[in-house]
Each structure stands twice: as C-alpha cells, then as structure tokens.
Nanobody, 124 residues
Framework: QVQLVESGGGLAQPGGSLRLSCAAS????????IGWFRQAPGKEREGVSC????????MYANSVKGRFTISRDNAKNTVYLQMNSLKPEDTAVYYC?????????????????WGQGTQVTVSS
C-alpha cells in the first residue's frame, strides 16, 4: 500500500527556513518521481519541485528557484524540500506526491498518490 507522509511544516518568519520531509512506504524511491506541490487558500494547487530518482534529475518552479532545494535519501525512502529565504507568498499547504511517469514533470494530473499535506505559514 503506497503511503506518503509529509512533516516539517510550521510557522517561519520572512527570510527564514524550513525543511519538509516526505516519508514514502509501500514502494521504493528508486523507480519513481516524487513531486512537491502547494496550495494556498483560494488558489489552485501548483507544482513546486520534483526529483526523478532513476537519474537524479530535478525541476523547480520559477517562483522557488534559488531558494528551495529538493533532495532524496533512498536509504530512508524519504524526499526533502529545504526552503530558504521564505516569503509570505510561500504560505500554503505543501503536499508530496508520486508518479510512475518517466517524464520529469510538475503536471498534477501525472501524479497518482498524494500525502495529506503539511501547513507552512510565513509571517512576522
């Protein structure tokens, strides 16, 4: 049974940092792409970053390039999202998701399994 569990959300000040974790079970990361997405109140869910474990390829949304870093620990079956230089507009519920697609993509429809989300609030 595929499960994805996010953790690490919370309250951060503008300019601060948080690290999100996505613990996967029921499958191994080696053959899948894991994506991070976020949804702010009243807005559509959007892709943030993804990592393809087979070759380590990475993609970022323009809005987070240079501030967020995605990484994986295959031994722990966990994907991380290090978020630095946080801005109030980064406030959202953050979700991780799994796709078996060979494409490196942030297209939501390509993702099959989703976690329950973790709240990130950036405010002074």
């Amino acid at each position: 049974q595929v499960q994805l569990v996010e953790s690490g959300g919370g309250l951060a000040q503008p300019g601060g940092s948080l690290r999100l974790s996505c613990a996967a079970s029921g499958f191994t990361l080696d053959y899948y792409t894991i994506g991070w997405f976020r949804q702010a109140p009243g807005k559509e869910r959007e892709g943030v970053s993804c990592i393809r474990s087979s070759d380590g390829s990475i993609m970022y949304a323009n809005s987070v390039k240079g501030r967020f870093t995605i990484s994986r620990d295959n031994a722990k079956n966990t994907v991380y999202l290090q978020m630095n230089s946080l801005k109030p507009e980064d406030t959202a519920v953050y979700y991780c998701a799994q796709t078996s697609s060979l494409l490196l993509t942030l297209s939501i429809v390509r993702y099959d399994y989703w976690g329950q989300g973790t709240q990130v609030t950036v405010s002074s």
